[in-house]
């Protein structure tokens, strides 16, 4: 059984390019969320999905950021217009269909996007 | 909101020592976890718990509900322990909350 998946690892981007980010799940989970890690900070959740539905988006800045799960495909995570303070590493998990958040999450290897 | 705080920041540790490291945090919580994060980056939870103890080889997690605080032990210390260990908590339905991380060496 894969583990989490994310696309790509690295990721380098100039200012006012877009940037997308790509998470596979763990088989047979449903739920994701996305976390960002700013350099010498600490992990801040971002949202949270499940198939086709936005279930919590509170971590998310108002602006250039967008998030789905389609029904196909992985999650994507979007951010447009980058700016130099968009460079972390930003992480996906995933827990089972049964799940939330009490239960154990799966941390994909994040993709750490470096805006010059 | 919840305020977690690990402590210390940077630890390091001969080979062979036992580690602790701890976790408060400010509004009761469900469920709280601990993290493990290796130098390259990756990110593996090491143990997920609501109350008591938990035990996994040389790691063991303690968690008290009352005072709001956890510890993580590390017995017997190896270089291959060397990461950043991370509690993140939750409370109700809100996602995780995290701590900054301890940064752990063991030196041979």
């Known amino acids: 059984n894969a583990g989490v998946m994310q696309n790509p690892r690295h990721l380098v981007r100039r200012r006012g390019q877009e940037a997308r980010l790509r998470c596979s799940p763990m088989?047979?989970?449903?739920?994701v969320y996305w976390y960002r890690q700013l350099p010498e900070e600490g992990l801040k959740f971002m949202v949270y999905l499940q198939k086709e539905n936005i279930i919590d988006e509170s971590g998310m800045p108002k602006e250039r950021f967008s998030a789905e799960f389609p029904k196909e495909g992985p999650s994507i995570l979007r951010i447009q217009q980058v700016v130099r303070g968009d460079s972390a590493a930003y992480f996906c998990?995933?827990?089972?269909?049964?799940?939330?958040?009490?239960?154990?999450?799966?941390f994909g290897p994040g993709t750490r996007l470096l805006v010059l | 909101k919840n305020e977690v705080e690990q402590s210390p920041q940077n630890l390091t540790a001969q080979e062979g020592e036992f580690i602790t490291i701890n976790c408060s945090y400010s509004v009761g919580i469900s469920a709280l976890h601990w993290l493990q994060q290796h130098p390259g980056g990756g990110i593996v939870s090491l143990f997920m718990?609501?109350?008591g103890k938990k035990k996994h080889g040389r790691l063991i997690a303690t968690i008290n509900i009352q005072e709001k605080h956890s510890s993580l032990h590390i017995t017997a210390s190896h270089p291959r322990d060397s990461a950043v260990y991370i509690c993140a908590v939750y409370s109700g339905n809100t996602p995780l909350v995290f701590g900054k991380g301890t940064r752990l060496s063991v030196i041979a």
């Open positions: 088989k047979g989970h449903s739920h």
């Open positions: 998990a995933s827990s089972p269909l049964a799940g939330g958040n009490q239960e154990t999450q799966y």
């Open positions: 718990l609501s109350s």
